[in-house]
Nanobody
Framework: QAQLVESGGGLVQVGGSLRLSCAAS????????MGWFRQAPGKERELVSA???????YYSHSVKGRFTISRDNAKNTVYLQMNSLSPEDTAVYYC????????????WGQGTQVTVSS
């Protein structure tokens, strides 16, 4: 059973930066695909970024060029560096994990709030 714990959220001004962290435990982190999702009020949860065990990554169109995902297998941690933040980035951000062969993410963190003020 995997456990994911996010940290690093908070309040930031437009144009600012935050780095989210997700510490994983309870399963083989190194073999998991790790993803960052977000859900804004009144909107569906969306995949923001993901990173495979190979290091390959995915970014949604809305964050490409501003966000960077990375993983540290020695620390069982995945990061999301968020730069040039805008009010549209305000949401609860969730870390999630799945195996390479799975279609769906089956382990989720509790979420961390990111608020960008204008």
């Amino acid at each position: 059973q995997a456990q994911l714990v996010e940290s690093g959220g908070g309040l930031v001004q437009v144009g600012g930066s935050l780095r989210l962290s997700c510490a994983a435990s309870g399963r083989t982190f190194r073999s998991a695909v790790m993803g960052w999702f977000r859900q804004a009020p009144g909107k569906e949860r969306e995949l923001v970024s993901a990173i495979w065990t190979s290091g390959n990554s995915y970014y949604s169109h809305s964050v490409k060029g501003r966000f960077t995902i990375s993983r540290d297998n020695a620390k069982n941690t995945v990061y999301l560096q968020m730069n040039s933040l805008s009010p549209e980035d305000t949401a609860v951000y969730y870390c999630a994990a799945r195996s390479e062969l799975a279609r769906n993410y089956d382990y989720w963190g509790q979420g961390t709030q990111v608020t960008v003020s204008s």
